[in-house]
């Protein structure tokens, strides 16, 4: 299996999750780039230290996102839904092998959002029959006032919900210190492990 790795400058965490895989996984066929990313620079200097600190070489030079490249992943897996968003955007015909890491390797939101999806669809309905039962009864103010009482319950359910979703962003730590690119390091290596999990 092919795997790209994508973030804005292909220079952060594209390449540290890049270099993690090959690391961890010497056969895995990897690259990286970005969606801004200009040709051959080398990755940021505290990328490059986090990663040596563990005894990870990175040998990298960016380059942008091109058709060629992902013609050659089998699977496109971005560090943020907005990097997703820009390849549907600017690579609509292989917007089926777009998903963001976390989205990829995360089976427990799958659950979440069923429940979620329910429980927008039972509120939609209570809010629909309680607004036909009590047009008439009340002006627009009061009835508002009553709605909110009377799915009370529902929306501290749904706001419950949302809070267990996953945010499915790898935190980006450009500008940040040399301990900011540890903690990336860190919650990449989570992830990165969940797709050797799943491909192997």
Known sequence: MNILFVCTGNTCRSPMAEALLKEKMPEASTQSAG?????????????????????????HKSQPVTKELLAWADVVLTMTTGHKQSLIIDFPDYQNNFYTLKEYVSEADKQVWQELQKAYADLEVKRALFIQQ??????????????????????????????????????D????????????????????????????
Do not use: W
């Open 134 to 171: 009590n047009k008439g009864e009340m002006d627009r103010i009061e009835l508002q006032q009553q709605l909110q009482e009377y799915l009370r319950h529902e929306l501290a359910m749904i706001r419950g919900l949302e809070a267990n979703l996953i945010t499915y962003d790898i935190s």
């Open 35 to 59: 969606v801004f990313a200009s040709n051959n620079l080398h990755a940021n200097g505290f990328a490059i230290q986090s990663l040596q600190e563990r005894g990870i070489q990175c040998e």
């Open 173 to 200: 730590p450009f500008g940040g210190s040399l301990e900011i690119y540890r903690e990336t390091l860190k919650e990449l290596e989570k992830y990165i492990d969940l797709l050797i999990k799943k491909i192997q």
